[in-house]
């Protein structure tokens, strides 16, 4: 009997945290860097590739990039300014990422610059300079879809982020059912 009292509770935060990631999430996007092309050497070569297909966005704090890729044929080079950008240098790099699909929560507002290392990938057009915005996304914009792409972006981040969410609670349920077995064998 105690047991299910206990039970019920945590399926009720399990619920109430579920529906507060879905709330809080909203105005976050999930944006694929390259939308299904993902993360290569684009096509002919074409160095503005990726700077065409940013111009379509708007990026705001709390959004997440995702680079498609796979692991060891492509990595993410995040570089602090734009000074070693526009010629792929490495000479100052803030992070490396080897592991495909590489995604990146945008927490700082300003100019953000990437590239990838592999040969001469960069030099092919492999690179992407955004402008994150600090001004998030209005509310109307995910739910209305003021341009086509935007709502599919936050349903995709909404499920991700329920799905992330329900995994933390399942785990609690899960220690909690362990908690009691072990009271029960020590005091019953
Ligand atoms: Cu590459």
Known sequence: MGIKHINGLFLMAFTMGLLLSLGSSVRHKTHIVGGSYGWRIPLNKNTTFYQDWARTKKFAVGDKLVFLFT???????????????????????????????????????????????????CEDGQSLAIVVSSTPHPDIDAVLGADAPAPVEAAASSAATAAGGGRAEYGALAAAGICLCLLHSLFL
């Open 71 to 121: 692991t060891m044929v492509q990595n993410v080079v995040e570089l602090p300014s734009a000074a070693d950008f526009g010629v792929c240098r490495m000479n100052n790099v803030t992070d490396i990422h080897f592991v495909g699909p590489t995604i990146l929560e945008l927490t700082e507002a300003g100019p953000h610059y990437y590239f990838c290392s592999v040969g001469l990938h």
